[in-house]
T-cell receptor
Framework: KAGVTQTPRYLIKTRGQQVTLSCSPI?????VSWYQQTPGQGLQFLFE???????NKGNFPGRFSGRQFSNSRSEMNVSTLELGDSALYLC???????????FGQGTRLTVV | DQQVKQNSPSLSVQEGRISILNCDYT??????FLWYKKYPAEGPTFLIS?????DKNEDGRFTVFLNKSAKHLSLHIVPSQPGDSAVYFC??????????????FGQGTILTVHP
């Protein structure tokens, strides 16, 4: 069974640009959550999608958004990038959001 | 407000001995707890979980203990192996209502197992 796949693995963007990250969950998993990992803040929850609906949202500005498609694949978008957005972005999938979450390899975003 | 705390930033043990990683939480709504292992620049790997209706769960060399009254859980690794060297994260969830899909993580403990 294929795991959670995140693309791309690495990205370098300039301040002010926008970026889109992609996540393909484990087959059969309908819940997809996104996390940001930075050295100072650790792993922080961004948002969760289930059946194409955002069910939960963390404390991040509106520049961070996402969506989920009918096949459960999810995308995350960050607009007007800031230097502080440099982080490892992780996607996790689970069957319903109530059980174990399995993470992808992450996308390393560097904003210069 | 850090709702999940791992007070030991690092732990060093000898190969073959027991590793004990600790985690405390403050939110009484948490009812599901998980441990993850993580290498740099990779995603966390799920190790073991426990529901609040249990006080112990075992999976091979890994055992998680939950003390609800103390709001404390621990991960025991026996015997420890050099390949266990990684950062270990404790995570908690309150899987209901507006908390769906959200894991709250501790800051992690770096485990080093010496041959």
């Amino acid at each position: 069974k294929a795991g959670v796949t995140q693309t791309p693995r690495y990205l370098i963007k300039t301040r002010g640009q926008q970026v889109t990250l992609s996540c393909s969950p484990i087959s059969g998993h309908r819940s997809v959550s996104w996390y940001q990992q930075t050295p100072g803040q650790g792993l922080q929850f961004l948002f969760e999608y289930f059946s194409e609906t955002q069910r939960n949202k963390g404390n991040f500005p509106g520049r961070f958004s996402g969506r989920q498609f009918s096949n459960s694949r999810s995308e995350m978008n960050v607009s007007t990038l800031e230097l502080g957005d440099s982080a490892l972005y992780l996607c996790a999938s689970s069957t319903s959001g109530n059980t174990e979450a399995f993470f992808g390899q992450g996308t390393r975003l560097t904003v210069v | 407000d850090q709702q999940v705390k791992q007070n030991s930033p690092s732990l060093s043990v000898q190969e073959g001995r027991i590793s004990i990683l600790n985690c405390d939480y403050t939110n009484s709504m948490f009812d599901y707890f998980l441990w993850y292992k993580k290498y740099p620049a990779e995603g966390p790997t799920f190790l073991i979980s426990i529901s609040s209706i249990k006080d112990k769960n075992e999976d091979g060399r890994f055992t998680v203990f939950l003390n609800k009254s103390a709001k404390h859980l621990s991960l025991h690794i026996v015997p420890s192996q050099p390949g266990d060297s990684a950062v270990y994260f404790c995570a908690a969830s309150a899987p209901s209502g507006t908390s769906y899909g959200k894991l709250t993580f501790g800051q992690g403990t770096i485990l080093t197992v010496h041959p």
